[in-house]
């Protein structure tokens, strides 16, 4: 299948011809796509637990791949896919303007970076972490003097039923 995850994709066929849409997943197996806010399915959500609340929830379903078509990075129109080879690499190719749209290997070097920055945000807020930590310790030692003063307000009013038991 020459549509990959995280393609953007214009919709040729059914009710949604002429969006586009990122694909949130492709199944090359079943010749299915999934494409982001199209296909809406309502879904019916059944609470499993009593703090929970049953919901219809809106979901993207899979469409076949034939009738998307992938959308060219560089010149933005509806193309088709080839592939070449270059180097050691099998990377794809607009059909209309011959720009490479992306290898497995810029897939890979793409989500990479992520991880390190999410590494480099983690780091600085270790760092940032003391000055929360004081403001923590201040919320605690304020939540304990607020659950102390619930109970003894609760022992009070206890004390005010019995009185009235005994009158």
Not at 8 to 27: E, N, P, Q, S, W
Not at 78 to 84: F, H, L, N, P, W
């Given at each position: 299948?020459?549509?990959?995850?995280?393609?953007?994709?214009?919709?040729l066929?059914?009710?949604d011809?002429?969006?586009?849409?990122?694909?949130?997943?492709?199944?090359?197996?079943?010749?299915?796509?999934?494409?982001?806010?199209?296909?809406?399915?309502?879904?019916?959500?059944?609470?499993?637990?009593?703090?929970?609340?049953?919901?219809?929830?809106?979901?993207?379903?899979?469409?076949?791949?034939?009738?998307?078509?992938?959308?060219?990075?560089?010149?933005?129109?509806?193309?088709?896919?080839?592939?070449?080879?270059?180097?050691?690499?099998?990377?794809?190719?607009?059909?209309?303007?011959?720009?490479?749209?992306?290898?497995?290997?810029?897939?890979?070097?793409a989500?990479?970076?992520?991880?390190?920055?999410?590494?480099?945000?983690?780091?600085?807020?270790?760092?940032?972490?003391?000055?929360?930590?004081?403001?923590?310790?201040?919320?605690?030692?304020?939540?304990?003097?607020?659950?102390?003063?619930?109970?003894?307000?609760?022992?009070?009013?206890?004390?005010?039923?019995?009185?009235?038991?005994?009158?």
């Amino acid at each position: 299948m020459k549509i990959k995850k995280n393609d953007t994709v214009l919709i040729l066929t059914g009710d949604d011809k002429g969006k586009t849409g990122k694909v949130l997943f492709a199944d090359p197996k079943a010749n299915k796509v999934v494409v982001d806010g199209v296909n809406i399915q309502k879904k019916h959500k059944k609470a499993r637990r009593a703090q929970e609340t049953s919901e219809i929830v809106s979901q993207s379903g899979p469409i076949n791949a034939s009738n998307v078509m992938v959308v060219c990075p560089v010149c933005g129109k509806a193309t088709r896919v080839g592939y070449k080879t270059e180097g050691d690499a099998k990377v794809r190719f607009c059909k209309k303007c011959g720009a490479v749209i992306g290898t497995q290997k810029d897939v890979k070097e793409a989500e990479k970076p992520v991880k390190k920055a999410t590494k480099k945000a983690e780091t600085a807020e270790k760092a940032e972490a003391p000055a929360e930590k004081k403001t923590a310790k201040k919320t605690t030692t304020t939540k304990k003097s607020t659950t102390t003063k619930k109970a003894d307000g609760e022992k009070a009013p206890a004390k005010k039923s019995s009185t009235k038991k005994e009158a």
